[in-house]
């Protein structure tokens, strides 16, 4: 399946897990493009028809980004904004979207059980996705199961980076 990683990662150089997610899949999975939105759009404009051409020339899409204040970074919101357009994303006879395949590929700072009714955040990593299962939803598209990762600031092991890339392989492979 032709599979689109759309990378969402302000700092990815010194982002170690989503730094070592994408230089796995560029090395061990060639059929898989990889679109890092912040070395390409540094001034956050999009290339509108560029994008949304991109977009229909692929059967999934999996986006990819840090959690940053329980959503996405700020430049894959505008992305959404400005690339999901009425009449070409949704609206009346609007079907550039309808049946591919959306993933999210995140990686959050805290800890699992943080993301619990008792827990500091008190939603579910599940609850905090429900916007982007909704747009998913909204555009047509079918929304899978996310690639979550928690703990992945400093305290990440190598052994535990090494695992979730492999993971992650396995992940973009279903």
Excluded at 27 to 55: G, R
Excluded at 154 to 162: G, P, V
Aim: hydrophobic share 35%.
């Amino acid at each position: 399946m032709k599979t689109l990683i759309i990378l969402s990662h302000p700092d990815i150089e010194n982002g170690i897990f989503n730094k070592k997610l994408r230089n796995e899949v560029q090395k061990n999975a060639s059929e898989v493009k990889i679109h890092e939105l912040y070395k390409v759009y540094k001034d956050y404009t999009f290339d509108i028809k560029k994008e949304q051409k991109l977009l229909e020339s692929y059967e999934k899409i999996i986006f990819q980004f840090p959690l940053y204040w329980y959503s996405c970074p700020p430049l894959l919101k505008k992305y959404f904004d400005d690339i999901f357009e009425y009449g070409w994303a949704y609206g009346d006879n609007a079907d550039k979207l309808k049946g591919k395949i959306f993933g999210l590929c995140i990686s959050a700072a805290g800890k699992e059980y943080d993301f619990d009714k008792s827990g500091e955040v008190g939603f579910s990593m599940k609850e905090v996705l429900i916007p982007f299962e909704a747009t998913a939803k909204f555009v047509g598209a079918k929304f899978i199961e996310s690639f979550i990762t928690f703990e992945v600031e400093s305290q990440i092991s190598e052994e535990k980076l090494q695992t979730r890339a492999k993971e992650y392989l396995e992940y973009l492979k279903k």
